[in-house]
C-alpha cells in the first residue's frame, strides 16, 4: 500500500487506545510487524492552548517504524492551528489521523470524536483543514465509525467527504457510537464504506485471530484490517495475522518464557519514558493482559493490579510460573 510518498509495509495497523498505547506499547507491535501505529489520541484544543500533557502523548523519542499522532477535535480551524503547534514543536511523525470515532461522553460533549459522524460536511471541512495544515507530501488519515446510532447510519456520507476533501485512508471500527463495544461487528457496514470511496479502507472491530483478520477482509473487501485489544498482550498476533495475509507459514506460539520477557520489557520501556510513578497503574492494565489463558488467571490478575514499582513484576512473574 502507498499513501502518497509513503510506502506501507503490511496490512495490518495497530489502533490507536487512550491510556494503553503509549511509546512502549506502539514500539513492540511495530517490532512484531505492525504496518503502522498510532499515539493515543490528543486534544487540538487543548494543543492550541499550550497544554504541555498533550503534545508528550504524541511524541515519541525513539520511534519505531511508521508512526501516526491522532488528533481530536470539533472545529476546522482549531484542527488547523493544533497541527501546525505539532509540527513547530518538532515532533516526528509520519502521519496524521484524525479522530471521528471516540464514542466517550466526554468526548463527543464537545462535539468532537463519533460526534462529527452526524455532520458529513464538517468532517469534510475538517479534513481539508488538516490537509492544508499538513501540505501535500505527508499523508492524513481518519479513524471513524459506520455512523452515530442506527437512525444516523452516515458512514458512507462522511467516507466520501473525507476523500473528496484530501483523506489518504479510512479505519473504520464496524460499529456506531451508540453500539459502543458491544454488539458484533457490521461487516457489512464497512464493505458499504469501502464501496463509496477509491482510497485505502482498513476494517476494524474484534479481529482477535489471523483466521478473523482474513474473514473480515473476505467480508469487507477492505485493503487491510486494524487490530486494538485483541493485540494487547499478544504482539504476536501481527506475525499471524502478516503470515496469513502473505500466505506464509503460521509462525510458532510464543513459549511462556517470552511471553513473560516482553511483558517486562514493556513494563520497563514504560517506566524510562514516563517515570515508574505515572507508569506504574498503566502498567497493570498491560499485565493483565498477559495474562489470558494462564492457569489460575483470577489470582494472577490480582497480583496485576498491586503493581506498584517496577520490582512488584518479577514478583508477578515468579507466580505466574509457580502456577503454571
Ligand atoms: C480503552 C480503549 C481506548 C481507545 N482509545 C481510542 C483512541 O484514543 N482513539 C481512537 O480512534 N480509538 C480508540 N479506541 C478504539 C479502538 O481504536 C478500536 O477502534 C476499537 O477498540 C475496536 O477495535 P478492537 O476490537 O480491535 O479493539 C479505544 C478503544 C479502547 C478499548
Redesign the pocket.
Known sequence: MQLRNLSIPGRAVF???????DAACRHLMTDHGAAWT????ASAKAITFGDKKSLTLLRDKTPHGLYAV?L?GAEPETLAKAIAIVKEQGIAFDIL?I????PAPKITGGGA?SRLLLDPALCGAMVAAARQALGEDTPLTV?M?IGWDEAHLTGVEVARQCAANGADLL?V?G?TREQM?IPP?DAAAIAAIKQAVDIPVLA?????TAEGALDMLEKTGCDGV??????LGDPWLFERVNAALTGSATPPEPTLNQRMNTLRAQIYEMCEDKGEWAAMPQARSQAMHYMKGLRGAASLRRYCSMLEHFEDVDRLIDAVYRLQ
Open positions: 489502533a490507536p487506545m487512550a491510556g494503553l498505547t498510532v499515539s493515543e489520541m491522532q481530536f489521523d479522530n471521528m470515532g471516540c470524536g479513524k465509525r479505519a471500527h460499529r463495544y461487528v476494524n472491530g474484534d479481529i482477535t486494524m487490530i486494538g485489544r485483541g493485540a
